[in-house]
């Protein structure tokens, strides 16, 4: 085929997967409109949106109906996007996470609830706190932990400001980039970012950049948006940031460790029902006496429960009193968990469930 008769035939298939995308589009609307008709049905008889039987028949019947060139996978996970949206179009969920837009708790928000939802931004973690304990938003999405530079404090200390529920919990692998306008080392006078990412860069900055000033902001996405308005100005933020902003990457994967992950919640005030893999959160404060920890602990250990994590963050009520929050496994419905927090109590001062929520299956997000 010479040159042009390649550009006539690459026009041609071109026009034809237009027109395909015009009928996909139609037909996704279409559906996401029976979805609403069901959603009113549903509503009047008082169902659950949710039907997982009918879901599972309906990707079973599209296994046998297909004939590839797509696989199982690709169709799992294209009707899992469309089923969600058709759920969520039934019932509209407003999720709140920190903004600006690109962070990486957006990025995890929009991961686990699949880009279905009204996902609007707030400017600080006691905002996203703020909105769901008021309805203003159904669920919330908040770091908690990050691998390489441990929990996220001030999530934590929320947890007692607030009575809201762990609804889901969410990794997302975060990897960092360094961010300017231009892309030029040499223009870079002062690098901005969040001081989760600044610490987990810690040593490279100290090795590339010793004479850089550096700034801390309120999220990865608020320094790339600063670092969008002055080319002086570098950030370490993620490749969605830098695409959103129009930034160039100085340096890619600069984090100190590889693997580097971070754990979210989803906080709400719903409570998941058990699914069999799930985990218990809860937070307690003991006596100021020798042993206090220990004797809390000392239920968990006899009832066989796997401890998942154990954090301690000072109670700012006392000097040197501290709330422990505590991963146990299983669901707080299951005796042997409820027995085993009752007994904690007993040597807690105050003791709170933050909630029963299904262990993180990373296939559930991807199919
Ligand atoms: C549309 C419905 O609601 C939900 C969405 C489904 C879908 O998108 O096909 C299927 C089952 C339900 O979880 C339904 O019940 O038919």
């Known amino acids: 085929m010479n040159e042009k008769n390649s550009e006539h035939e690459l026009n041609r298939l071109r026009?034809?997967?237009?027109?395909?995308?015009?009928?996909?589009?139609?037909?996704?609307?279409?559906?996401?409109?029976?979805g609403q008709k069901v959603g009113t049905i549903k509503k009047q008889t008082g169902s659950q949106i949710l039907d997982r039987t009918r879901e599972r028949k309906l990707i079973e019947r599209l296994f046998k109906l297909n004939r590839g060139p797509a696989g199982k996978d690709l169709l799992r996970y294209v009707f899992n996007v469309i089923i969600t949206a058709t759920r969520e179009i039934q019932k509209p969920k407003t999720i709140s996470f920190l903004g600006p837009e690109a962070s990486y708790t957006h990025v995890a928000a929009l991961t686990?609830?699949?880009?279905?939802?009204?996902?609007v931004e707030q400017p600080n973690l006691y905002e996203i706190?703020?909105?769901?304990?008021?309805?203003?938003?159904?669920?919330?999405?908040?770091?908690?932990e990050n691998s390489i530079e441990g929990a996220v404090n001030h999530t934590l200390d929320?947890?007692?400001?607030?009575d809201l529920n762990i609804c889901a919990e969410h990794y997302e692998p975060v990897s960092h980039d360094l961010l300017s306008i231009t892309g030029e080392a040499e223009d870079v006078q002062k690098i901005y970012s969040h001081p989760q990412a600044l610490a987990q860069c810690k040593t490279w900055i100290k090795k590339k950049f010793a004479h850089a000033e550096i700034f801390e902001t309120t999220s990865t996405s608020k320094a790339a948006l600063l670092a969008s308005d002055d080319k002086t100005i570098a950030a370490i933020a993620g490749k969605q940031a830098a695409h959103l902003y129009e930034l160039q990457s100085i340096e890619s994967k600069i984090e100190d460790y590889s693997g580097n992950i971070t754990r979210f919640l989803v906080i709400g005030k719903e409570m998941p029902e058990p699914t069999?893999?799930?985990?218990?959160s809860i937070m307690f404060a003991t006596s100021h006496v020798p042993g206090a920890l220990f004797k809390a602990?000392?239920?968990?250990?006899?009832?066989?429960?796997?401890?998942l994590k154990l954090e301690s963050r000072?109670?700012?009520?006392h000097n040197w009193s501290y709330y422990f929050f505590l991963d146990i496994e299983g669901h707080k419905l299951d005796k042997r968990v409820a027995d085993t927090i009752e007994e904690i109590k007993q040597y807690s001062l105050s003791l709170k469930i933050l909630g029963s929520y299904p262990v993180f299956a990373k296939e559930a997000h991807e199919a």
């Open 15 to 34: 026009n034809q997967i237009d027109t395909i995308d015009s009928q996909l589009l139609s037909l996704i609307n279409q559906r996401l409109e029976i």
């Open 112 to 119: 686990h609830f699949k880009h279905s939802g009204k996902f």
């Open 129 to 144: 706190f703020r909105e769901v304990e008021k309805n203003q938003s159904h669920f919330g999405v908040v770091p908690v």
């Open 158 to 162: 929320l947890f007692a400001d607030f």
């Open 276 to 280: 069999g893999q799930d985990k218990t």
């Open 297 to 307: 602990l000392e239920p968990v250990n006899r009832a066989q429960l796997n401890m």
């Open 314 to 317: 000072p109670t700012r009520h």
